[in-house]
C-alpha cells in the first residue's frame, strides 16, 4: 500500500476570508505507482496516462486546494459562485488523484498473482463465480464513460461493481474500492484506437491480485 502522501505546508499570509482554514494541504505525484513491462498496455501508453493525465490532476487539486485558502466565502451561491466552482472541481480533481493511484497501483507488478480464498469467496457469494464477476465488471467498464469500480460496501458487507461517468459521477458512498479500472480514452486509444473492449483484456492480465486481497483485508476490518 502507499504512504500517506499528504506534507502541511504554512500559508505565507491568511486572508481575512479564509473561512477557519489555516493549513494548506498539498500532495506529491507518487512516481513510484507507476507501471512498466505490462501485457498488451505499451509503456508510451502509461507514460502518457501517468505523466499527463494522472500529475495533471494532482496538479489542479493542489491549485484548487491553494485557492480555498482565500475564497470569499461570504459570497457562496448555488448558481454560480467562485466557492461552489471550487468545490465542485475539488470533487472531479481530487477523485481524479486518487482513482488513478488506485489503478496504476493494481496494474503494477501483478505477475504471479491470484485471487486469494476470502477474495473468491466473497465474489462467489456476491455473483454466482468468479467468471460472472467478471463478466459483469467487464460489462461495467464498457457501458460507463469514466470507471468501473469493484467495491466493498460497508452498509451491507456486500461487493457492488460500481460504475462511473466520470471521477465524481456516481461513486457509491460507504464503500472501499477494491480493483479500478480506468475506461477513459486516454486509458487505451495510444495502444488500441476506440476498441475498449480488448484493454479490459489486457487489463485483466495484468491485475495486481496481490493488492486486491489486501485492500478486501483492510475493508472487512473497517466493517464494524
Ligand atoms: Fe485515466
Redesign the pocket.
Known sequence: MCDNPFTFQQPSSLGGNSGGSSLSVKISPKDQLKPKGLKGISDQQLEY?FET??KGYVGKINEIWDRMQTVDRSKANQNFSDYRALKVEESFNYMGVVL?EL?FENIKDGKGTSPNARLMEHLNKNFGSFDKWKEDFKACGIALRGWAVLVYDLTNGKLINNGLDAHNMYGLLNTIPLLVL?V?E??YYTDQGPKRPPYIDAFFENVNWDVVNKRLDAALKARP
Open positions: 496516462h493525465h494522472y488513478h489503478y480506468d477513459y486516454h486509458a
